[in-house]
């Protein structure tokens, strides 16, 4: 350390870095994602036009942005207009699994921060409330203390958490009066007296018996009448929960019960706008999702997309100095590791920014002196991100068994009798086991020299495949295992250097595939 600076900000500023570009990876720690967002082709389509908010739905994998695309939605909303109440905490009103949620779960939470966002929106245009007629102050009053008397602090806070495109300003109306409903009702208007109001209390801790929607469709009412065009619910984060986070299904069944009402999802001036998982679009279609009637978007990122969004990210950090990866190279490498960390990142533009943090790290550590990332430093980085990830994917475990299995792809029948010595129902269960947690596939049949033919499957995770060959070399790996489709640049991991048929075009548009660099 000299000049008292640590030498990772050193390395950095050696580089041309004002900031760590590297240093965050999650959408709700960046600050200055405004300046290096990539709108998606459909982005202005998901956030859609205020005055005719519409439902839509987003689909993709870990890591492609799909919390990016809800923080600009927030950023970007007017909210002199636009409401935006993010739903990314998911809590089961009646202390059940959330697995167990209904409907009215899931509206009991959104009519909370719902209402607490409106009361707080009329705290910051105190004029509003004289569009309401005397009953509808008194309903509104209803709804509030019915959603609201026996809330916490805490619970409040949490609701205006969720109001992100609402001013720090705004928000402190609640400090101001301590958090104290009544007195929030008497400052903005809403305070009286009597039964008038057209919605009965209700225990704020258990979802209200009413028909589905009626007490949201009622503040979405009072909403447009105090001169709101639109409130946004960004449904966010549905797989980040301890019981989501690793079952595919989990996640989609926790969330199932909104997805497929149509009658909410058409609620004016509610848009609900769902930020999902890839893997959920199947379950969906395959429970009669309607994608007829609710726009659904996926995110699908290709290398110029990525290569563009680490441009403007270098850049912001750097003011201008840097807008490419190769800059950061001190020479020019054997093979191209900006193209090998942009095929390991899959597509996701979090897994790179990771890849490239690595490589620092592991520059750090061979060198701190060095003028640039070395093409040693940049392997691997890749090499150990891959490692890392795996484990975060797949579980150690899981990790474990796929390097007993050697392969990555494989018969049913070789999992059970080459490999673990197991009845092949044994086998077929932990490849099932594999498959929900989305690295492995089926993706084919092969003949059999008698009976049925063998179902094949193959690795999917292009990092959990790595980390099955720690002993061998990056490079050998690549080589023996993965070949690209110079079209759609989509890869195949196939081994390669085993006997037998292999594909030679790839599965997504046949076009003929080409050795790994």
Not at 62 to 75: L, P
Not at 360 to 376: A, C, H, T, Y
Request: overall charge neutral; charged content about 25%; hydrophobic content about 40%.
């Amino acid at each position: 350390m000299t000049n008292g600076k640590p030498p990772q900000t050193e390395f950095l500023e050696r580089l041309g870095f004002e900031a760590n570009p590297f240093e965050f990876n999650n959408a709700d720690q960046e600050p200055r994602l405004n300046e290096y967002f990539v709108h998606p082709p459909y982005f202005a389509s998901v956030y859609g036009d205020p005055s005719q908010p519409a439902s839509c739905m987003v689909f993709a994998p870990r890591g492609a942005g799909k919390s990016a695309q809800r923080k600009m939605v927030e950023i970007t909303a007017p909210p002199d207009t636009v409401l935006c109440i993010t739903y990314d905490n998911f809590r089961n009103p009646r202390r059940r699994r959330l697995l167990d949620m209904t409907l009215q779960d899931h509206l009991f939470n959104v009519s909370r921060i719902a209402i607490v966002g409106l009361l707080t929106w009329i705290g910051d245009n105190r004029g509003a409330t004289g569009r309401l007629r005397p009953n509808e102050r008194e309903a509104l009053r209803a709804i509030a203390l019915g959603l609201l008397s026996a809330a916490t602090q805490a619970e409040l806070s949490e609701a205006l958490d969720s109001l992100r495109n609402l001013s720090t300003r705004a928000k402190e109306l609640w400090n101001e009066h301590s958090w104290a409903l009544s007195a929030i009702l008497s400052s903005i208007g809403i305070a009286g007296g009597g039964a008038g109001g057209t919605l009965p209390q209700a225990d704020a801790r258990q979802p209200a018996e009413e028909a589905p929607g009626e007490r949201l469709d009622a503040i979405g009412r009072l909403a447009t009448r105090l001169g709101l065009q639109a409130m946004y619910v960004l449904v966010d984060r549905v797989d980040e929960t301890q019981e989501t986070g690793t079952r595919h299904d989990a996640a989609y069944h926790m969330i199932a019960p909104l997805l497929h009402e149509l009658r909410v999802l058409e609620m004016s001036p509610f848009a609900f706008k769902f930020f999902l998982p890839d893997y959920i679009l199947p379950f969906f279609q395959g429970a009669g999702g309607r994608l007829d009637r609710v726009r659904s978007h996926q995110t699908r990122w290709r290398n110029e997309e990525l290569r563009e969004m680490m441009r403007k990210r270098l850049s912001a950090h750097s003011g201008g100095h840097v807008d490419a990866l190769e800059s950061l190279l001190a020479a020019p490498a054997e093979s191209p590791p900006v193209e090998l960390s942009i095929w390991v990142a899959q597509k996701s533009p979090r897994d790179l920014i990771r890849i490239w943090g690595r490589a620092v790290d592991e520059q750090l550590r061979i060198d701190p002196s060095f003028r640039g990332l070395s093409g040693q430093a940049v392997v691997a980085g890749i090499d150990t991100f891959c490692f890392e990830r795996a484990d975060e994917v797949a579980t150690p475990a899981v990790v474990r068994d796929l390097r007993r299995v050697a392969r990555v792809d494989f018969t049913v029948s070789e999992v059970a009798s080459d490999v673990f010595h197991v009845e092949t129902n044994s086998a077929r269960a932990r490849i099932q086991a594999w498959e929900n947690r989305g690295i492995v596939k089926l993706i084919g049949d092969l003949p059999a020299p008698r009976g049925r033919p063998h179902h094949h499957y193959g690795v999917v995770d292009a990092r959990v495949a790595r980390s099955m060959f720690p002993n061998v070399p990056l490079q050998q790996f690549l080589a023996a295992k993965a070949r690209q489709c110079p079209n759609c640049e989509s890869w195949l991991l196939r081994d390669f250097d085993a006997t037998g048929e292999h594909e030679d075009t790839c599965v997504e548009c046949g076009i003929p595939l080409v050795p790994a660099q």
